[in-house]
Each structure stands twice: as structure tokens, then as C-alpha cells.
């Protein structure tokens, strides 16, 4: 289990290990602001709910590196696509997707967010070194680089990119992705 991390003015700063949070709190350099529903920590002097998101009283503590684009990856690419192949239509599993380059890299196509769609091997095969705009189903929707609300800082969004974390903390994190480009 982990625990989010907030500065002073309530910024997500980092995630730590329980064990790191409930010191934290105990040492009175934190304050539990939510807590897991039902699970204790417990020893032979305390017994005290597991804080899931912190406050620490006097760090103000700014990230340097804020971003508002969802990183990169093959599992981004997957969920902005809802796992359908951009052409058919078709659902397909996390292991067994191609990525699309809509301009082909023998065409000067570059692996980016704008340019890479989910497409089951099928159609992968069937449009082969074409362009979209050449092959005969055209892209349901078109790529795009998923924004975020607003700017997060860099490495918590790198982080937490893809993944659902606990659902007390998503009143402290505010970079909830938007579905539209």
C-alpha cells in the first residue's frame, strides 16, 4: 500500500510506502488527511487507520517539472483508444494489439501520439505501408495527445499514467485525463 503525498498548499509532491506515511504522521511532521477504509496499522504501542493521503505541515516543497500531456506509452495508447482498432472497430486485448502508424515510417511517420493509433493485426496487415488516407476503412477517430486538466507535476503523472489509484485520492489529484483531444 502506498500513500499520496501533499506539500503545505495541498500539491501532490510524491507517493510513498504506508510505513513512510504513518512515521510521518506519528513524528508529527504529517497529518493523515484520508485514510484506507478498514485497514490498520498495529504494533505494540499504537494501533492507528493507514493513512492513503498525507499533508506535510511545513514542506513547501514545489516540483520543478510540470507537464499536461499524458506520457507515451503503449498502454496510454491503448486506453485513449479504448482498446478498439481505430479502423474496424474491433476490441482487442492489451497483449494482442499492433500499434497503427497513420503515416508509415518508410513515408517519414514518426512514433507520436499524433500518428499512432490501436489497430488489431488484421487490419495492421491489410493496410500495410499505406497511409490512412489510403487504405480502404478510414480511422474512426483521428489521434490525438491526451491533455491533462491542468499541468501535474512530471514524475507522479509518469507514475500514475494509466493507473486508477485509490479513490481517496482523487479529490487531492486534479490531473484527471480528458477524453477529447
Not at 487490419?123 to 497511409?131: I, L, P, T, V
Not at 479513490?167 to 490531473?175: L, N, P, V
Request: hydrophobic residues 35%.
Amino acid at each position: 500500500m502506498e500513500s499520496l503525498v501533499l506539500n503545505i498548499g495541498h500539491t501532490p509532491v510524491s507517493i510513498v510506502p504506508c510505513q513512510r506515511a504513518i512515521s510521518l504522521v506519528v513524528s508529527d511532521k504529517a497529518i493523515a488527511l484520508a485514510n484506507y477504509d478498514g485497514q490498520f496499522y498495529r504494533s505494540e504501542r499504537l494501533v492507528m487507520p493507514i493513512p492513503s493521503v498525507i499533508q506535510c505541515i511545513k514542506s513547501k516543497y514545489i516540483p520543478k517539472r510540470y507537464v499536461d500531456v499524458l506520457p507515451f506509452s503503449r498502454k496510454n495508447v491503448y486506453i485513449r483508444d479504448a482498446g478498439h482498432c481505430q479502423y474496424c472497430g474491433k476490441k482487442v486485448s492489451l497483449s494482442n494489439f499492433s500499434f497503427d502508424h497513420v503515416i508509415p515510417r518508410c513515408r517519414g511517420g514518426r512514433t507520436i501520439w499524433t500518428n499512432i493509433v490501436v489497430c488489431c493485426i488484421r487490419c495492421n496487415g491489410q493496410k500495410g505501408r499505406r497511409s490512412a488516407d489510403k487504405f480502404k476503412r478510414p480511422l474512426i477517430r483521428e489521434p490525438y495527445a491526451p491533455k491533462l486538466d491542468k499541468a501535474a507535476p512530471a514524475h507522479l503523472v509518469s507514475r500514475l499514467a494509466g493507473e486508477i489509484p485509490h479513490e481517496t485520492w482523487e479529490d487531492y489529484i486534479y490531473w484527471n485525463v480528458k477524453i477529447l483531444p
